[in-house]
């Protein structure tokens, strides 16, 4: 199965009642490992990586790559490519040229009339090719690649009708006591949640999913929650197999045996969250 669109996907998940898994990948390694992962739990969901991360390789280079995994895989779940927190219309470009299949501007760090803006810019740019776009209205705390946000400012249910009409974002990604990274604990405010959700013509997202309790992400999944991100503990996993490597033998070489280990430690992980946040519901 090629890519599919972030239409087609979000579609996919209403039609069963899923929040969809969205897991951060950076290189060959963790992309063949979450594809592995939603193969293996016949569940579709979305690979994403950053704008920051994309420093490491290019919007092409991801997307050939995801592309001739899943093509080497036969893999016949559903499955987006996304750009995760991009932080310029630039970013936004590159990836939709190079195949993406579903893009985030994150312009959430701006004063509401900007961010509006920006987001603007970018989805006039994104629905030409039918590609659909994720916004950000609120502050995440928490350490997000390189960015350590100065405030915490949840999200304002009185700002998000007025933000997704002018937008015409598709989803949007929401802060409710959610945080990045492993760090901080997060404190779900399902009241703002509900008059959030009550407010918003298009699903919401969560991210930071690595630190939210399972039992929370379904609850929340009730409130047009329709795709969480997971990027901290499939790194977790990755890093630790080499470490352990390391740690056992100082001498170590084998490259392909440990990165061998790593991809199956992250299947591990990818397949135990789609497990727990979809109560165990796989889809034939």
Same mark, same amino acid.
């Not at 996907?9 to 063949?32: C, G």
């Not at 999944?221 to 740690?247: H, M, P, W």
């Given at each position: 199965?090629?890519?599919?669109?972030?239409?087609? @996907?979000?579609?996919?998940?209403?039609?069963? +009642?899923?929040?969809?898994?969205? =897991?951060?990948?950076?290189?060959?390694?963790?992309?063949?490992?979450? &594809?592995?992962? =939603?193969?293996?739990?016949?569940?579709?969901?979305?690979?994403?990586?950053?704008? %920051?991360?994309?420093? @490491?390789? $290019? *919007?092409?280079?991801?997307?050939?790559?995801?592309?001739?995994?899943?093509?080497?895989?036969?893999?016949?779940?559903?499955?987006?490519?996304?750009?995760? +927190?991009?932080?310029? =219309?630039?970013?936004?470009?590159?990836?939709?040229?190079?195949?993406?299949?579903?893009?985030?501007?994150?312009?959430?760090?701006?004063?509401?009339?900007? /961010?509006?803006?920006?987001?603007?810019?970018?989805?006039?740019?994104? %629905?030409? =090719?039918?590609?659909?776009?994720?916004?950000?209205?609120?502050?995440?705390?928490?350490?997000?690649?390189?960015?350590?946000?100065? $405030? /915490?400012?949840?999200?304002?249910?009185?700002?998000?009708?007025?933000?997704?009409?002018?937008?015409?974002?598709?989803? @949007?990604?929401?802060?409710?006591?959610?945080? %990045?990274?492993?760090?901080?604990?997060?404190?779900?405010?399902?009241?703002?949640?509900?008059?959030?959700?009550?407010?918003?013509?298009? *699903?919401?997202?969560? +991210?930071?999913?690595?630190?939210? *309790?399972?039992?929370?992400?379904?609850?929340?999944?009730? /409130?047009?929650?329709?795709? &969480?991100?997971?990027?901290?503990? @499939?790194?977790?996993? !990755?890093?630790?197999?080499?470490?352990?490597?390391?740690?056992? /033998? %100082?001498?170590?070489?084998?490259? !392909?045996?440990?990165?061998?280990?790593?991809?199956?430690?992250?299947?591990?992980?990818?397949? $135990?969250?789609?497990?727990?946040?979809?109560?165990?519901?796989?889809?034939?």
């Amino acid at each position: 199965m090629q890519l599919v669109n972030g239409y087609e @996907l979000m579609k996919y998940a209403k039609e069963n +009642h899923l929040v969809l898994p969205a =897991f951060n990948t950076t290189d060959y390694e963790m992309t063949l490992a979450i &594809v592995k992962a =939603f193969d293996k739990m016949r569940l579709g969901g979305y690979i994403q990586i950053s704008s %920051h991360n994309l420093k @490491l390789s $290019s *919007p092409e280079i991801i997307a050939n790559m995801t592309r001739e995994v899943m093509q080497r895989e036969d893999i016949s779940v559903p499955i987006s490519l996304h750009l995760d +927190h991009g932080k310029s =219309f630039e970013d936004v470009k590159r990836c939709i040229d190079a195949g993406f299949t579903s893009v985030m501007v994150d312009s959430s760090q701006l004063p509401f009339e900007e /961010n509006v803006k920006e987001v603007r810019k970018a989805a006039n740019y994104a %629905h030409y =090719f039918g590609i659909p776009v994720e916004a950000e209205l609120g502050g995440i705390r928490g350490k997000e690649d390189d960015n350590v946000p100065d $405030s /915490n400012a949840k999200t304002d249910p009185e700002q998000v009708y007025d933000f997704v009409e002018r937008t015409k974002c598709d989803s @949007l990604a929401v802060a409710i006591g959610n945080v %990045h990274g492993l760090a901080l604990s997060p404190q779900l405010d399902f009241t703002l949640l509900k008059k959030v959700a009550k407010a918003s013509p298009v *699903p919401l997202v969560l +991210h930071g999913g690595s630190g939210i *309790p399972f039992d929370q992400v379904r609850r929340a999944k009730e /409130n047009n929650l329709i795709k &969480v991100n997971y990027g901290s503990d @499939l790194r977790k996993s !990755y890093i630790k197999t080499f470490g352990k490597a390391y740690d056992l /033998n %100082h001498n170590e070489f084998a490259l !392909y045996d440990v990165a061998k280990q790593s991809v199956q430690n992250v299947i591990d992980t990818a397949t $135990s969250i789609i497990t727990e946040i979809n109560v165990k519901k796989q889809i034939s």
